[in-house]
T-cell receptor, first 115, second 112 residues
Framework: NAGVTQTPKFRILKIGQSMTLQCAQD?????MYWYRQDPGMGLKLIYY???????DKGEVPNGYNVSRSTTEDFPLRLELAAPSQTSVYFC??????????????FGQGTRLTVV | KQEVTQIPAALSVPEGENLVLNCSFT??????LQWFRQDPGKGLTSLLL?????REQTSGRLNASLDKSSGRSTLYIAASQPGDSATYLC???????????FGKGTMLLVSP
């Protein structure tokens, strides 16, 4: 059981470049999340989704886009990379209204540097 | 908007001490509260999950309690060890608006 898989693990981007961070889960979870974590700070929510075709902004959505065409996948798109987007990105999933085992599972993170 | 606060921000103790980490949240409409551990440069490791209907959970030397009505949770670590050194994060899964909100964490250092 793979859980939540993020790719890539590391990436260096130049200012203005674009990229997509991939996230996939195999637990049939309906809720999925993208967070960023900056040094010394907690995790800040970028975007989240409560099911296929439904996404919503979190606390820090500017500069990012998401889509949720399937239950399994929740990619995060950076269109014009900026140094302020240098961070560690975590994807997570959960199934809170299933009634049992509502634990949130996290991927291993993507460390992104924009130069 | 849910806000999660963790106190203290940092804690340094000698090996063997029992210690308590605190987490408070402003909105009691939650599905659950989860405690995580994060080692430097690493991902999040789930330690304990407390459902909103539960009062506490235990795993080995760890015990977490939840008082939903007062918006508080504590993580108790018994007989601390140097290997417990890490940042501990608490997060609540909000039932009102479907998001998972984190505190900023408590950085724990256990010295031999």
């Amino acid at each position: 059981n793979a859980g939540v898989t993020q790719t890539p693990k590391f990436r260096i981007l130049k200012i203005g470049q674009s990229m997509t961070l991939q996230c996939a889960q195999d637990m049939n979870h309906n809720y999925m999340y993208w967070y960023r974590q900056d040094p010394g700070m907690g995790l800040k929510l970028i975007y989240y989704s409560v099911g296929a075709g439904i996404t919503d902004k979190g606390e820090v959505p500017n500069g990012y886009n998401v889509s949720r065409s399937t239950t399994e996948d929740f990619p995060l798109r950076l269109e014009l990379a900026a140094p302020s987007q240098t961070s560690v990105y975590f994807c997570a999933s959960s199934y809170p209204n299933r009634g049992v085992n509502t634990e949130a599972f996290f991927g291993q993170g993507t460390r992104l540097t924009v130069v | 908007k849910q806000e999660v606060t963790q106190i203290p921000a940092a804690l340094s103790v000698p090996e063997g001490e029992n210690l308590v980490l605190n987490c408070s949240f402003t909105d009691s409409a939650i599905y659950n509260l989860q405690w995580f551990r994060q080692d430097p440069g690493k991902g999040l490791t789930s330690l304990l999950l407390i459902q909103s209907s539960q009062r506490e959970q235990t795993s080995g030397r760890l015990n977490a309690s939840l008082d939903k009505s007062s918006g508080r949770s504590t993580l108790y670590i018994a007989a601390s060890q140097p290997g417990d050194s890490a940042t501990y994060l608490c997060a609540v899964l909000n039932s009102g608006y479907s998001t998972l909100t984190f505190g900023k964490g408590t950085m724990l250092l256990v010295s031999p």
